[in-house]
């Protein structure tokens, strides 16, 4: 059906066939570089000061947590819990998705409220169960009283406010730009080594179509259409048919995008979520209520398709699945700059 | 003094030169490779173990902390707080020394209570108040489900028992004695390069024996005596004299090290502190109750020396104390093994 819709529909609507064979193919191939914005190129000075501040405790209140803390680059760029724990003990509403690939989402967070990871960035360094920092202008004085931090964002930005909360976020989402694991099993598959995946991928490979998950993972990270502009989400409703496991693992109680718009359509739809490493990043779910990927992908049968899957079915999906495991790049650790004879962190 | 002790003292004992001028000068160049125990030599694939298991959060109960949260090997070795923050949000009794040159220490914590790297290693992960893990066969048994260490620790230590809670503090210490910063200005003005440290420096680091520091800041980590055995520690009571200090900075609350002994001679007896790169970790002594070094140097040179200094000979001490900072060397970041299709932290 892809192979027809590809030859077909040029013809009826007009559109390229470059276009057409981002959207019709259900599998792809990740990129092994992220477009980055007219207004925030990628280059090393910033992805080094991104880097710099991503891993940097002091852009909380106490200097207890970093970005890392709860999306940890050394691993699968989750903290692996239901729900991260920030400042003071408090936890998150919602569990953290990886970091990883996410420069291939168009739209960010679990409800979608971020258009970038510029925009994005932001959040969670102001959240008061996060990193908990009292404004944007407390970040900045903050980080202007680190001599290191001042030379790099004259150096990477420029002009007389090149220290902004703007640019914090520009540096971080240039970081975060370079996280992409790519040669998967199933992108070397793609690329026409047959010898890539399992009998087993191969077999859950057809089930992903057959079932209907890649109707929604669908795209470059199986997030979606790969084309869409920034800041366009792909949503869906979670979940769609009512199962006994809304109640077994509290689907329901959070009304997901819902909550950002207050529009009554919006009720429980969430953006589809990534399938690059999710074999790594249990447990699963906006509120991380469910521990397994087997169980996982039977919950989404159920709740998203109405289908219920054989445990051979179940197998198989997640031997596919596991064939989306990228290669994690080497990362030199950075060098969080000092503050010489004092610290900026009294109780 | 000392070129007189170097020369003299060979032929009045019969000892070494080679040891004399270890024991008997107060600057000592910093050693670029750390010994390590004859039964924990340090290999290239321990210390990959050892920096996994550093970095890892699962090493506390609940996987929001790991060993570099407190120690930050990307910054000074520390958190630059005054008592660290455990999981639950707990508060520790004293402040985090720093992990950078540890290895240079002849016993560890400030109470001196850990022989070696490897016992002080094994503290923290079992502490209630920093990384809470209920016991040694509680850490065994989590770490037993990760794949990755199974292999391992398997392939580093062999035989039947590879993966011990002896051995996880093995392959921590093993990392962590390649964590040196050599070729401080220090350093290299005793290797001859006399533009290494500035005038002010210079007339700190006479100051620094005039007034009495070299007697206990000595040794290749200005930490005490560099050829003690290890697990010999080195300590001096601390505050010495009387003074304002005591109670401005609530110097006498904690007992050091008579809370190991209860010997009534231990009473506020503290190991001597390196001061490789003091200047960087803020905030001083066992409290972290003060924030700058300036204060530091004024507090040490009163409470243990009874000596009130001007602010002119505070600052060419700190000059001099700036030229401890050390090259602080490029590392790789670690893959922490992973457990694909669930988590080991399920709430």
Redesign the interface.
Known sequence: MNVLLKSVLPIFFGVTLTVLSVTASAFEVLPEVAPAPADNPTTPAKVELGKQLY?D??LSV???VSCN?CH?????GT????VS?GV??KRGGRSAPTVWNAAFLSTQFWDGRAASLEDQAKGPILAGVEMGMPSEAAVVARLKKIPGYVTQFKAVFGGEDSLSYDNVARAIAAFERTLITPNSAVDRHLKGDKSALSAAAKRGMTLMEKVGCTSCHTGPNYSGPGNLPVGQGFFQRFPSFPSKYDKQYDLKADLGRHEVTQAAADKHMWRVPTLRNV??T??YFHNGSV????EAVRVMAKSQLNKELTNAEVSDI?AFL?GL?GE?P???????P??????????
């Open positions: 891993f405790q002091r106490n200097g207890t803390s940890s680059v050394m691993a699968n903290d692996n819990r239901p724990v003071f003990d074999a790594l249990a447990p521990p397994t990927l087997d997640v596991d495991n994690f080497k990362i030199t650790m950075p060098r969080l000092e503050t010489p004879n004092g610290t900026l962190l009294e109780e």
